[in-house]
């Protein structure tokens, strides 16, 4: 199975596999998903993620059943945090001397025309934008010409996800750069405030990775700016 086949539902799969193992429903905060978002661009894989929730979880019920105390209920992935990124490093130890797996066929719900599809949605939500006009509309162009070159030979998903990246990145200093300064105070105090019960258990890194994912998903939620990564292609 192919990194794109583990990660096509990578979101979704780790919340509902964190909502399993707590026993009850709990939506995922912007928190949490710009901490999953920190391990989707580490190259963490999916399985790697749901083993550290899998340990994590153990870890707690063998503490309750143990314990004489109430033990405190788990109310944000970010708890699992610490398992998830031992059971990583476990994993790259694992796989020193592995040779890499050969090269696939494009995986299935990758095909050029739902690719062309999500990034071209991208790009006529970036034409409409009211924030940084011209910075978007460039990359609402470069997109266009992106999916249409996408119509005539399909591209290695890895180099293209890359690409994509980039122009994120873009995105985000430009909105960075026009957006008022009160809005990134208030969204930087915001994050300050859901990461306070969780500092101690990640490094000064990783707090500095998940802040600045909670600020840009809030900033795209704030504008309603799309994702460009293929991560984000609406499942049919």
């Not at 300064?181 to 258990?201: N, S």
């Not at 500095?208 to 809030?218: A, D, G, L, P, Y």
Request: charged letters at 25%.
């Amino acid at each position: 199975m192919t990194r794109y086949q583990n990660y096509f539902n990578y979101f979704t799969e780790i919340e509902e596999h964190f909502q399993r193992r707590r026993g009850s429903l709990l939506l995922l905060s912007t928190l949490d998903w710009a901490l999953i978002e920190t391990w989707r661009e580490a190259g963490i894989p999916l399985e790697i993620v749901l083993r550290g929730i899998d340990e994590a979880f153990d870890k707690y019920d063998a503490r309750q059943r143990t314990s004489s105390r109430r033990v405190r209920q788990v109310n944000g992935l970010a708890w699992c945090a610490q398992a998830i990124m031992e059971a990583a490093e476990q994993q790259k130890e694992a796989a020193i001397g592995i040779a890499p797996a050969a090269k696939s066929e494009p995986d299935p719900g990758f095909e050029s025309q739902r690719i062309a599809d999500h990034l071209r949605t991208a790009a006529q939500a970036l034409s409409a934008a009211t924030i940084a006009p011209e910075a978007c509309e460039s990359l609402a162009f470069r997109l266009q010409t992106i999916a249409d070159e996408i119509l005539v030979q399909l591209p290695n998903l890895e180099d293209l996800e890359r690409q994509l990246t980039v122009l994120e990145e873009k995105l985000f200093a430009s909105l960075t750069t026009c957006v008022p300064e009160d809005l990134l105070i208030r969204l930087k105090a915001e994050a300050a405030r859901e990461l306070a019960a969780y500092r101690a258990r990640m490094s000064a890194v990783q707090l500095r990775q998940i802040e600045q994912q909670f600020v840009h998903k809030r900033l795209l939620e704030h504008y309603s700016l799309p994702r460009l990564s293929l991560f984000y292609m609406r499942q049919a």
